[in-house]
């Protein structure tokens, strides 16, 4: 049975995130050899993890709905045709190792019977048999350590781990998902097209590891191609652990223009001046953009068509719905159709996208701080649902600024992540002079965290954008730290 576990199982097995793992690791707190950690390393870092006082299964399952709702939940357990499949590879493994095991433990007691009845040189007989006996008692193991290993089994039964190549990023697939699905979910920009296997744009090699189809593919790969390892991420599950190498993207220039027509899925006011568009893709046809970046939105019309370019709230990990928080603004036509009633739940938009650059970036920064005013929340939430999706961040701070009574529209749900977290801290306040409460927290944000160690992602009207970059960089946060977008 190995002892060395990937970082994401380790992180799943002791209730923490990767990037606490990783913070370790780079601190010298934990060793980590070829990608991988020792079960005994772990052990001895968190030495009171207990499997079954941890709940560590709950806790994922408790954050994901929590964080996400509803809609990115899926079922936790696999189908019962690959659950069978992971079985069948576990009792594999089992079972050889059981063999090895009773071999060793034979050849042990076999030694040490015969050292007992050895005449001489007595010191050296029970020197040796002292010994045997001890390393009998480490192979058999202590009861922690049996647990661990157990659990470490079973989730290998629920879950596979996936090493991608060149980047290094891992992610487990868990319940049906294809391998693109769980890798979406897990923050990761794999390349995809239509996610129904037609377009052939998630084509991956996968240097090791077994998969199975779990989709009918329209897209045929040649020869050479199957023959290396390629498959389709949108059309396939994994069985076990694999190891995969394709690109990602790292910045909206690695992503194309799209258009598409959505559904509107729901209207739904979030204060008197806040409305919620849900729209939800095609199968076939799905929004690929980065967390932060926007979309434009158009209604056709007899009188000519109209159009607005609004931020995306939601993550780019549940790609087929796509939510706007809309500002009432008589200067925006679309937005007052909305408020006026004029779009129904069923119609068809078109929407293309992505555009901006107000993303999280490839290096992110152990700490992150947002400034948000108002509807300026819509691109700050899919930035943190993108970011503890990735497990990129250690520490989340949100500063959220409410320029008008319904400013904190979804001040529940960020009370929902500060309770689901330990490391998300969040601030609201409110002032309709929107420089000056922009001032003030910037002020507070920059005093109370780490400059050195942060990024500052400021989103909402010019004026609070303008006021609270300025008062960060009087501080001396460094510019390069600093990512803005106006909405
Ligand atoms: S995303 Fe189009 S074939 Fe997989």
Known sequence: MSRALTVSRAAQLVGVSRAVLQRMIRAGELAQSEGLLDIDELLR?????????????????????????RRVREHVLPSPELLSQRLFAQSQELAEMRRHLQAYHALVAATIERLARRPAPPDLAGEAREMLERGLAQVLGSESDNRLDAMTDMLKVVSANV???PSGREFLVQGNDSILQAGLKAGLGLNYGCA?????LCKARVVSGETRQILHSDYSLSAAERAQ???LLCAHTAVGDLVIETLEAGSPADIPEQELVARVRAIQPLGPNTMLLHLQAPRSARLRFLAGQGATVGLAQPGGDL????????????DRNLHFHVARDPADALAEQLFAGAVKSGDTLGVRGPSGDFVLGADMPPRAVFLACDTGFGPIKSLIEHAMAAEAVERFSLYWLASRPDGHYLGNQCQAWTDAFDEFDYDAASDDDVARGASLLAKRAFDEGDCGASRYFIAGPQAFVDAAARELLEAGAPAERLRATTC
């Open 45 to 69: 870092a968190f030495p009171d993890a207990r499997v079954e006082e941890s709940g560590i299964l709950e806790k994922v399952v408790r954050i994901r709905e929590e964080a996400f709702g």
């Open 163 to 165: 090493v991608v190549r």
């Open 196 to 200: 129904g296997g037609n377009c052939g």
């Open 229 to 231: 390892g390629y498959l």
């Open 307 to 318: 159009q607005a370019t609004w931020p995306i709230a939601s993550c780019p990990c549940d």
